[in-house]
Structure formats: C-alpha cells, structure tokens
C-alpha cells in the first residue's frame, strides 16, 4: 500500500513539474513572438528613403540668412523634377511628380543653404527625404502611389537616385503630421527630465521616511497605520495618481500643464511607497549585531544610521529605487491624466517646457492613421524596451556587485 501511494505521489510530481516546464516554455515562445514581431515591424523606422535632385539655387533666394530663411524653395523642386521628367506636362501630374518629395525637404535645402551659401547660383546635388508614400513603397511595396508614380520612382531606382539611409530624424527631432519626418528625440528628452524631476523628489523623502520608520519611530498604532496605508498605496492602480497629480499640482499649484516637471511629481508620489518599502527591507536586513556594536562603542542612535547601517543598506537602496524609475519610466496613464499627451515638435530645453514621454508618444503614433506610423511605433518600443533593460540590468547589477552576505 505504501508503494502504491509513494508511486502515486511521484507520478504527481512529475506531471507538476511538467505543467511548470510547459508554462516556462509557453512563457518564452510567446516573448520571443512578441519580441520578433516588433523588431520585423520596428527596424525600419530607423530607415527612410531619400531621393537625390541636381538643384540649382539662384540669388533670388536673397544672400543674407534671413532672406534665405523666408525663402521660397519649392519653385527648384518642381524644377529640377521635370528637368529629370521632361515628359509630365499635365497639372494633376505635376502636383503627383511634386508628391514624391516629402514636404521636410524644403526645411532640409534652407538649412543646407544657410550653411553652405556659396553654392547659390550653382548646380548642387542634394539628397532630400521622400514623402510617405514613396518611403512604404520602397521598404514594401506599399500600393499607395499611382500608376505615373510608380513609373517615376522605378526610374529613379534604375539611375541610383533613390537610397535607403539611416533616419537622422528618428533621433534629433519631434513629432511631426508627416511620418517621414516624425522623431522620437521630443519624447526621450521629455521623459529625462520627468524621471530626473521624479528621483530628486521621491528618493530623498522615500529613503528618509523609511528610514526613521524602521529605525527611530516609536511603535504604536500610528506607526502601524503609516506602514498599511504605505503598502496599500503601492497597490493603488497608477490612474489615481494622475487624477492626484491633476488636483495637486495642476489645479492647486499651478504647474504647468504637459510639463515634465508634473509629470514628475506624479510618477514620484507613484513609486514612493516602493523606495519606501525597498529600502526598509534592506535597512531590516541588516544584522542587529552591527547596531549593537556601534552603540557599544558609544555611538548614537543617528551616527549608528548614518555610519553603519545605511551604508550597508545602500546596494539594495539603490536596486529598489531602479526598479521603480524603470517602471515610472513605463507609465502613460498618470501622464496622460496631467496633460502630457499634446502633440510636442520642439525638442524641450527645461523640465517646465511642454513636453511628452516616450510611452505617451508610443501610445500617440499607435493611433495614428498612416500606416507608417506603424514602424514608427515598434521602433519607439524597441528604444523603450532597450532603456527599460539597461535599468533592470544596472539594478541586478548593482545587487550583485555590492550586496552584503551575513
């Protein structure tokens, strides 16, 4: 009878720890799905498709930069196509011909222009951004250009007029109408200066209430209410704390709406209770044996925070805090309750400039009707998971290196 039921109590064993290795295998066929799925659809919005024009810039153009900057460039564009397509005589045609540049191309000549002001008067190759439509039909295909574009663009393919190249774009610029001049640099200087506002305002008051909690508070049910409302605010879904952020610091302290700095504050008050409860663990987790030491040696109860046992507590501190920037970094609900949601194209220069992060931008291009921005929004994603990674690997590495084993 006994062997009967050891037999049985095996075989149950075994099937558990088969249900574990299905579920683990399950678990990872199903990142690396999702994982595959958005570098196949990300990977080309960090390209885009460039047509190379001979233009010639004339003097009416001005010859000081700011006549040139309120110039009209549009006029060698169209001129320099039909130089290339002799054939287009029609009006509709000339406006698709026209279509195949990307409107940005006119910032992309005043610029160069600017810089370069010896080339007015001569015939100089540039290589200006495609408009949309021609950039989807070169990565794949994409049917949206007419018959007499598509004749156009395979021409060009067919001279080395057409490339695709890395998206400068992607990195250096905001948010744009059009897809193909559409950056991410808005969002990720945004969310900077939001997780920059947020550690200064949660790690200084998270490590110091945790801190006289666990070590000076006296016990008593008031400290006991402290500690359950602190570990039942970690819980709290992150929409509360954007309608919180909203009273708080928009409608009662006037900060500004869609600023970075809001946004930090809110995501602070959100990972304040994880610093808190972090760092109270860690402070718990070193042995009392110190404690006892530094007041054997006549210290006093802060020189004995201070000098001792914060300072073993600080590799689990900072792994705690991390953990939390990273997940603040990942929000957009509490962002999206304060206003952080507009549609930002300068790059913000302080945290009181209007500004978005980088989950809201994902979120804003995910809407979006182009089908470019599609790729636009895997790649904000594949940048997003990369940031996400390097925190978690610096938290795990910070725990590793610097941990204490008593």
Known sequence: MNKTLLAKRYKAERRFRRYG???I????ISLVFLLSTIVMRGWQGFLHTQISLPLTIDSSVGDNTKD?????????????????FPEVKDKRQIRALVGLISSGALQEIRNHVIANPQIIGKETVFWLSASDRVDRYIKSGSDKLNPDQVLWVTKLKEQGD????WNNYFFTSGDSREPELAGFAASM??????????????LPIGVMTAIY?????PSGKITDLIELNINNLAAVPSVVYGLLGLAVYLNLFGVPRSASLAGGLTLALMILPTIIIATRASLRAVPDSIRDAARALGASPLQVVLHHTFPLA???????????????????????????????VDIPRNPLDPATAMPVQIYLWATSPEESFVEKTAAGIMVLL?????????????????????
């Not at 295998?25 to 990872?28: C, E, I, V």
């Not at 969310?191 to 305002?201: A, G, Y």
């Not at 600080?314 to 507009?342: C, H, K, Q, S």
């Open 21 to 23: 290795q299905i579920a």
């Open 25 to 28: 295998a399950t678990a990872l």
């Open 68 to 84: 040139i900057r309120h110039a009209d460039f549009s006029p060698f564009i169209k001129q320099a196509l039909l130089k290339q």
């Open 162 to 165: 057409i490339k695709l190249t």
């Open 189 to 202: 200087i945004g969310s900077l200066f939001t997780l920059l506002s947020c550690m200064l305002v949660a």
């Open 213 to 217: 909690l666990e070590e000076f508070a």
């Open 314 to 344: 600080i590799p689990g501190i900072m792994t705690g805090t991390i953990l939390g920037i990273a997940r603040a970094m990942g929000e957009t609900a509490p962002l999206l309750m304060i206003g952080m949601v507009a549609f930002i």
């Open 386 to 406: 990369v940031a996400l990674i390097t925190l978690n690997s610096a938290a795990i590495f910070i725990r590793k290196r610097f941990e204490h084993h008593w």
